[in-house]
């Protein structure tokens, strides 16, 4: 009878793992161990693993579920969806103050306060979006009150008040052939410009664009925001390419000429110019 190995000699026996080919038996490899070395690998396994968890424990664990933690990321995203929403409501706010500042030009309204968001062109230092007061001197309301008794809305260029439209560079917004010309009598307040189908139309100047939209009359209709309360329409595009709020510079493409709208008969564009809500003839300060 053999005798019992002690404890000690157990762990210290040598033992050793080989592995062979199944087909023929050959040796591939072979792996030397006691069971004294694989206590020692597996406590050490254990204590990795047991501070690996212990770490993890108080760092990721903590965040996820301290409650001052996760207070704190509730308030960063609350404070970051509140500049969103103030940003975005400033952003209608000013996209409102163009429209209305386009009806009242339409209008004829030329009133103390009214927003005149092509400031910005005048190279100052307020950014583009922001809106300034226009105050019109005494001298403007009683030339306004003259110029109402007129039985038509016509600028006489010769006046010192149009003086500002001198000093902008007018971009042609398309060249072809003018088939209809401005006529007030007739309530044509623009230029008809015959011209090919898909013709890109040009920006009379620099801008902010304050319409952009479809109508049943003129279709697809564009209106930019110059600077001196001038606005320029483009009506019976195919096709616009920019849209309400947008900058755009002189001779920048923003339609393509169409035969949208029902008041059409053909490919065309009918451009008109509007200064404080009066029609101006395009012909005297564009050449076509």
């Not at 044509?188 to 100047?205: F, Q, R």
Request: aromatic share 10%.
């Amino acid at each position: 009878m053999k005798p019992k190995k002690t404890l000690s000699e157990r762990l210290t026996t040598k033992y050793q793992l080989v592995i062979r080919n199944e087909e023929n038996l050959a040796e591939k490899s072979n792996i030397g161990f006691t069971y004294a070395k694989l206590m020692v690998i597996s406590a050490s396994l254990f204590v990795i693993l047991f501070v690996g968890s212990l770490f993890l424990s108080k760092t990721l664990l903590a965040k996820w579920f301290d409650p001052k933690h996760a207070q704190m990321e509730a308030n960063k995203k609350l404070y970051e969806l509140a500049l969103k929403v103030d940003s975005l409501a400033v952003e209608v706010n000013q996209k409102d103050m163009f429209i209305q500042n386009f009806q009242r030009i339409l209008s004829g309204d030329t009133s103390s306060g009214f927003s005149d968001p092509a400031e910005a062109l005048e190279g100052n230092d307020k950014p583009l979006n922001v809106v300034g007061n226009l105050n019109l001197a005494p001298s403007d309301s009683s030339f306004r009150k003259e110029f109402e008794k007129n039985e038509f809305s016509v600028v006489s260029l010769t006046s010192g008040k149009y003086r500002e439209l001198e000093e902008i560079f007018f971009f042609t917004p398309i060249t072809g052939f003018i088939s209809d010309h401005y006529d007030v009598k007739k309530g044509h307040y623009g230029i008809d410009i015959v011209a090919k189908s898909n013709e890109p139309v040009k920006c009379l100047a620099d801008g902010m664009v304050i319409m952009a939209s479809w109508t049943q009359d003129s279709g697809n209709v564009i209106a930019v925001q110059h600077r001196g309360n001038l606005v320029s329409v483009y009506k019976h595009n195919a096709g616009l390419l920019k849209k309400v709020g947008n900058f755009v510079n002189a001779g920048e493409i923003i339609s393509i000429v169409g035969n949208s709208g029902e008041m059409t008969d053909g490919p065309h564009l009918h451009f008109e110019m509007w200064y404080n809500g009066n029609s101006l003839n395009p012909e005297d300060f564009v050449t076509f």
